[in-house]
């Protein structure tokens, strides 16, 4: 079975512009929640969608957003990059809420921002 | 804020040798804890987990955590090593249900 895949895999940006970063979750899987993880630190929690909504937001600025689609894919959008917006982006799938189960994480999407 | 702190950031064992990583979390409510493993060029994956019940739960590849409430601990431990088991280990915590919180991790090596 597929596991949640992630594109891009690697992408360099300068600062002032925008990426958009994409997630498949496990087929079945409702839920996606999106973590940054810079170098020397653990993942830090963004959002999470379940079931196309938001159910719930980190302490990142209004530049960062996300979207579940129909297909209970998910997109990450960060706009304004800052040199500090450099880390691997995570993107995990569970069949429900954090609360209830397991997250299945994907390989990430490495951004640079230079 | 919710935090959790793990001890150490390196880790080095010999093989056979015994391990136990620390994990401490600041919330005094009800939280769900998990320990993930993350395997060099491998994403991150799952250990184990503790929701409710019998504290010491075990996990995976011969892995155990021990849930202490009146400490807010959730310690790491293998009685023996192996050199696979070379990988950063993060512990979370689940608050309000939606929110994993994860430690800094700790970065193990096994000699061989």
């Known amino acids: 079975d597929a596991g949640v895949t992630q594109s891009p895999t690697h992408l360099i940006k300068t600062r002032g512009q925008h990426v958009t970063l994409r997630c498949s979750p496990i087929?079945?899987?409702?839920?996606v929640s999106w973590y940054q993880q810079v170098l020397g630190q653990g993942p830090q929690f963004i959002f999470q969608?379940?079931?196309?909504?938001?159910?719930g937001r980190g302490n990142f600025p209004d530049r960062f957003s996300a979207r579940q689609f129909p297909n209970y894919s998910s997109e990450l959008n960060v706009n304004a990059l800052l040199l500090g917006d450099s880390a691997l982006y995570l993107c995990?799938?569970?069949?429900?809420?954090?609360?209830?189960?397991?997250?299945?994480f994907g390989e990430g999407s490495r951004l640079t921002v230079l | 804020a919710q935090s959790v702190s793990q001890h150490n950031h390196h880790v080095i064992l010999s093989e056979a040798a015994s391990l136990e990583l620390g994990c401490n979390y600041s919330y005094g409510g009800t939280v769900n804890l998990f320990w993930y493993v993350q395997y060099p060029g491998q994403h991150l994956q799952l250990l184990l987990k503790y929701f409710s019940g019998d504290p010491l739960v075990k996990g995976i590849k011969g892995f155990e955590a021990e849930f202490i409430k009146s400490k807010f601990s959730f310690n790491l431990r293998k009685p023996s090593v192996q050199w696979s088991d070379t990988a950063e280990y993060f512990c979370a915590v689940t608050y309000y249900g939606n929110k994993l919180v994860f430690g800094a991790g700790t970065i193990l090596r096994v000699k061989s």
């Open positions: 995990a799938s569970s069949l429900g809420t954090t609360s209830t189960g397991e997250l299945f």
């Open positions: 969608y379940y079931e196309k909504e938001e159910r």
């Open positions: 087929s079945g899987h409702k839920s």
